[in-house]
């Protein structure tokens, strides 16, 4: 059963920094590109960033370029989500989703609480 | 950056009612449009992909039509655990976007 498991969320300072991880089972991890997506409280979604199977291709929504950072252990069966200088936009659930094909998101995880208030 | 424009924002139907729900993208996505179904408090759940392809488990009563620029996911016979959000994403232009969400509930 393909599984993925968001964790590290939590309550932080505006301006402080957060790293999310998504552990995956159940499927061959380094086969697969990955999301990151989230979605504010009582609002829609908005994909966050993308890395392919081996992290040669990265990319981002203009809305964390140059703030988040999206990267993956292949060894270890885990994405990971850096998150520098927060702002309360930012406050959201964040779901780490398996890519199949060309850029389906066939699986997701339940998704990781992130609140960014003083 | 794509745009997408889904429609209406929330519907009220009865059981066994066919449904429509609309997404318009503001350039031409190909066949790359996708639907979510998301119920409270969980994630979303593919339901259909690459405009018309029935994701794995999904029940035949939904289907997905469209093209270039306009799409539509049809649930032909409503039934009570259909109650949810649902989405329409792209994944054109190397980037996501998803449509604004379609609140579906029973009349």
């Known amino acids: 059963e393909v599984q993925l498991v968001e964790s590290g969320g939590g309550l932080v300072q505006p301006g402080r920094s957060l790293k999310l991880s998504c552990v995956a089972s159940g499927f061959t991890f380094s086969n697969y590109g990955m999301n990151w997506i989230r979605q504010a409280p009582g609002k829609g979604l908005e994909w966050v960033a993308y890395?392919?199977?081996?992290?040669?291709?990265?990319y981002y929504a203009e809305t964390v370029k140059g703030r988040f950072t999206i990267s993956r252990d292949n060894a270890k069966n885990t994405l990971y989500l850096q998150m520098t200088s927060l702002r309360s936009e930012d406050t959201a659930l964040y779901y780490c989703?398996?890519?199949?094909?060309?850029?389906?998101?066939?699986?997701w995880g339940q998704g990781a609480s992130v609140t960014v208030s003083s | 950056d794509i745009q997408m424009t889904q429609s209406p924002s929330f519907l009220s139907a009865s059981v066994g009612d066919r449904v429509t729900i609309n997404c318009k993208a503001s350039?031409?996505?190909?066949?790359?449009l996708d639907w979510y179904q998301q119920k409270l408090g969980e994630a979303p759940k593919l339901l259909i992909y690459?405009?018309?392809s029935l994701h794995t488990g999904i029940p035949s009563r939904f289907s997905g039509s469209g093209s270039g620029t306009d799409f539509t996911l049809t649930i032909s016979s409503l039934q009570p655990e259909d109650v949810a959000t649902y989405f329409c994403?792209?994944?054109?232009?190397?980037?996501?976007?998803f449509g604004g969400g379609t609140k579906l509930e029973l009349k």
């Open positions: 890395i392919s199977s081996g992290s040669s291709y990265i």
């Open positions: 690459n405009t018309n």
């Open positions: 994403l792209q994944h054109n232009s190397g980037s996501w976007t």
């Open positions: 350039q031409n996505i190909n066949k790359y």
């Open positions: 989703a398996r890519i199949r094909g060309i850029g389906v998101m066939d699986a």
